[in-house]
């Protein structure tokens, strides 16, 4: 497999990861407008939003009990996965070329993102 | 504003942002962030939530049709992409830290480098180099299609396209931008990579650098759903029209009208940073 084949294998999948991002967002979207069109919002400080918000957990059981934030919310972190899995990707190419040098480099950007979104669990 | 009203409303000025940032180049992060808080009030810190979210997306969502020209290079954006993850943990790091006024001096200041890139336009740097020693032995040279047939080209400069891609990261985690135009003139300029496989690389490796700040973002709050649905929705829509469109359009006049409002949004950032209404 060269270079060329992965990546455009790669770019097909990433493809496909944000158009499922987006359906899961605009489902979410349109639950949470048939609830809540008429809702005043106010976003002019900040105000940080609870766990249902902001970590994995949560996200994910808010977005099992169909609840319209959480759903949205899910759909962004399907969003948010899609480089990392197109790093992940890139790994397991670099592997099977026996490219040592750049499965060392992709080792390494992976386990930064992987460290960093621990942050949210 | 009612939940109907604002969702439509920021729906629209991020389709149009998205779009404009596919037609120059410089991507939709740029001018939501500065719609949203200076036309509709939101605070800084939804606002480049948001952004992050819609700057992943577009990277994401044209990778396919990138590759698919030949120029981007899997090797380059991945050495690199060592630098600017780092350099994104950073930026959201200090996003936590900094005041919503001081944010909003710096992304002005971001604002008029960019507008100052739309009227000067790019110019591709001229002859192709061959590789030094140590761009040689991380094999980061390659090829890419020059009218149908591939030309090699060779990297230099590595270690100070490194740094300027830690910068690139931290601009990047602070503000929730893409700042694809510092990795572009890093590749281009520092290291000497072709302007298109410069470019093109600069898109995959945008989505990833964005993907280090998420983290952080979401456990500061940042990602609003509310906020970051239709940001996200409206410039990925936008920014896939414009990526159509783009092949088909002269795009000099319209670089000048964009980097007209940047330059305007850039001052107003920056004032009302300074006078503290942002």
Redesign the interface.
């Known amino acids: 497999m060269d270079d060329r084949r992965l990546e455009t294998i790669i770019g097909r999948l990433l493809q496909v990861g944000v158009l499922l991002a987006a359906a899961v967002v605009t489902f979410g979207a349109l639950a949470y407008l048939v609830q809540h069109h008429a809702d005043r919002v106010d976003y002019r400080h900040f105000v940080s939003g609870g766990p249902g918000i902001c970590a994995f957990p949560g996200i994910v059981s808010s977005a099992a009990h169909f609840e319209s934030l959480g759903i949205i919310q899910f759909g962004l972190l399907i969003l948010i996965a899609t480089p990392v899995a197109r790093v992940g990707l890139a790994l397991a190419g670099f592997a099977l070329e026996r490219d040592r040098l750049y499965t060392v480099v992709s080792v390494i950007v992976l386990l930064i993102l992987l460290a960093s979104l621990m942050h949210a669990t | 504003?009612?939940?109907?009203e604002?969702?439509v409303v920021v729906w629209a000025l991020s389709a149009l942002a998205g779009f404009l940032g596919a037609l120059t180049g410089l991507g939709g992060g740029v001018v939501v962030v500065p719609a949203l808080t200076l036309a509709?009030?939101?605070?800084?810190?939804?606002a480049i939530g948001a952004s992050l979210?819609s700057v992943?997306?577009t990277?994401?969502?044209a990778?396919?049709?990138?590759?698919?020209e030949?120029f981007?290079n899997?090797?380059i954006g991945?050495?690199l992409?060592?630098a600017t993850?780092?350099g994104?943990?950073l930026g959201?790091f200090l996003a936590s830290r900094f005041s919503?006024h001081a944010l909003a001096i710096v992304f002005g200041l971001i604002l008029l480098q960019a507008a100052y890139l739309s009227f000067k336009g790019t110019p591709e740097s001229a002859e192709r180099v061959a590789s030094d020693a140590l761009a040689a032995r991380?094999?980061l040279g390659g090829t890419y299609p020059v009218a149908g047939s591939p030309q090699t080209y060779g990297v230099r400069n590595v270690p100070a396209g490194f740094a300027m891609m830690f910068g690139a990261g931290a601009l990047s985690g602070l503000l929730g931008i893409g700042s694809g135009a510092v990795k572009v003139i890093a590749m281009d300029r520092v290291m000497r990579i072709p302007f298109k496989v410069s470019t093109t690389t600069s898109n995959?490796m945008i989505?990833?650098t964005?993907?280090?700040?998420?983290?952080?973002y979401?456990?500061?709050?940042y990602?609003?759903?509310?906020?970051?649905?239709?940001v996200?929705?409206g410039v990925?829509g936008g920014a896939l029209v414009g990526a159509k469109l783009l092949v088909h359009m002269r795009v000099k006049t319209l670089r000048m009208v964009f980097g007209a409002v940047i330059l305007a949004l850039a001052i107003e950032m920056i004032v009302n940073g300074i006078t503290g209404k942002v």
């Open positions: 504003m009612t939940a109907l604002f969702t509709l009030g939101v605070d800084m810190k939804y979210v992943i997306a990277s994401s969502g990778a396919a049709a990138y590759v698919r030949g981007s899997i090797r991945m050495f992409e060592i993850t780092i994104a943990v959201a919503t991380l094999r995959f989505g990833v964005a993907a280090a700040s998420a983290g952080l979401l456990k500061h709050g990602i609003d759903p509310r906020v970051a649905m239709p996200m929705l990925l």
